[in-house]
Antibody, heavy 126, light 107 residues
Framework: EVQLVESGGGLVQPGGSLRLSCAAS????????MNWVRQAPGKGLEWVSY????????YYADSVKGRFTISRDNAKNSLYLQMNSLRAEDTAVYYC???????????????????WGQGTTVTVSS | AIQMTQSPSSLSASVGDRVTITCRAS??????LGWYQQKPGKAPKLLIY???SLQSGVPSRFSGSGSGTDFTLTISSLQPEDFATYYC?????????FGGGTKVEIK
């Protein structure tokens, strides 16, 4: 079964740090790009960060740039999000999501987020 | 960053109704758009990709259309399990951006 399981969330004080993990199973993790997406309480979805399969390409949302670092360990089938200088507005459920090539007519592929973890909750509060 | 404007933000409908949700991009995104369904306390689920392609396992009552800047998600006959929040997502470039969401409630 294809599965993503996040962990590492918790309560942290403003200015603190936290490292989230996402464990992948049921597929060849090293072949897929990955994203982090978050959702503040009662709010909509917000894309946070992207990493390519080889870690050669990385993107961040402006809201986390310079504070968050995405990384992966393909040998351990794991994705990470190091979060530093946390703020109250970083409070959210954090999801990891796989980017997969989805078939289109004519042999083309569309790269969309097809598998998501269940999320891990980060609360930034004093 | 591309802005995605989704409407309505909420709607009330009955089982069997036809429901339409729209999403407008602030610039042309070809057909690089996905639609997601999210139920309370659950992760989002991909319904539609490339604006109109049905993800495997998703019921055929869901359909998508549009290209460029204007997109539509249609549920042809609303079922009890379809009451949820729906989001569009542009996959055209980074930063990826979601629409604000449409909550579909029971009338």
């Amino acid at each position: 079964e294809v599965q993503l399981v996040e962990s590492g969330g918790g309560l942290v004080q403003p200015g603190g740090s936290l490292r989230l993990s996402c464990a992948a199973s049921g597929f060849t993790f090293s072949s897929y790009s990955m994203n982090w997406v978050r959702q503040a309480p009662g709010k909509g979805l917000e894309w946070v960060s992207y990493i390519s399969s080889s870690s050669s390409t990385i993107y961040y949302a402006d809201s986390v740039k310079g504070r968050f670092t995405i990384s992966r360990d393909n040998a351990k089938n794991s994705l990470y999000l190091q979060m530093n200088s946390l703020r109250a507005e970083d409070t959210a459920v954090y999801y990891c999501a796989r980017v997969n090539g989805l078939a289109l007519p004519g042999g083309y592929y569309y790269y969309g987020m097809d598998v998501w973890g269940q999320g891990t909750t980060v609360t930034v509060s004093s | 960053a591309i802005q995605m404007t989704q409407s309505p933000s909420s709607l009330s409908a009955s089982v069997g109704d036809r429901v339409t949700i729209t999403c407008r991009a602030s610039q042309g995104i070809r057909n690089d758009l996905g639609w997601y369904q999210q139920k309370p306390g659950k992760a989002p689920k991909l319904l539609i990709y490339a604006a109109s392609s049905l993800q495997s396992g998703v019921p055929s009552r869901f359909s998508g259309s549009g290209s460029g800047t204007d997109f539509t998600l249609t549920i042809s006959s609303l079922q009890p399990e379809d009451f949820a929040t729906y989001y569009c997502l542009q996959d055209y470039n980074y930063p990826r951006t979601f629409g604000g969401g449409t909550k579909v409630e029971i009338k």
